[in-house]
């Protein structure tokens, strides 16, 4: 019976997706997409790009913040189409944001496939 010695722990390849890049951009918009059929994991995309946008590169960092502004924007067009529903219109608005949540998530998945920045992460538009 010999003792090997000490042993490095082996790397666990699974934890990639939490490291900042092109994976943990991918699982953000993919998180924002589900949420409509899950609204936590909203929450969890958020959080993952809080704690990711400054530990990026440059191109990486766009998306975060696409990500980030895609969120707060979201709830806020989502309050104000709430409080429109007592005039029916906000009805009109919940589907809008929807729609516009969906295309932002489109072209962040794609600009992050082949690791492009987001020209204007700062962007209400789409």
């Known amino acids: 019976m010999s003792d090997p010695g000490p042993q490095t722990p082996l790397s666990r390849d699974t934890d990639r997706w939490l ?5 943990n951009i991918q699982i953000i918009y993919l998180l924002y997409l589900v949420g409509f059929a ?30 980030i502004r895609t969120f707060w924007i979201a709830l806020l067009f989502a309050v104000i189409s709430a409080l429109l529903s007592v005039l029916l219109i906000g009805v009109l608005g919940f589907i809008a944001t929807a729609v516009w949540i ?5 072209i962040g998945l794609q600009k992050a496939a082949r690791e492009e920045p987001i020209t204007d992460p700062e962007s209400w538009l789409v």
Do not use: F, Q
Not at 102 to 106: A, K, L, S, T, W
């Open 102 to 106: 969906v295309v932002r998530c489109v």
């Open 19 to 23: 490291e900042p890049g092109k994976v």
């Open 38 to 67: 899950i609204g936590v994991t909203v929450l969890v995309g958020i959080v993952l790009a809080y704690l990711n946008r400054d530990k990026a590169e440059p191109w990486a960092r766009t998306h975060y913040t696409w990500a």
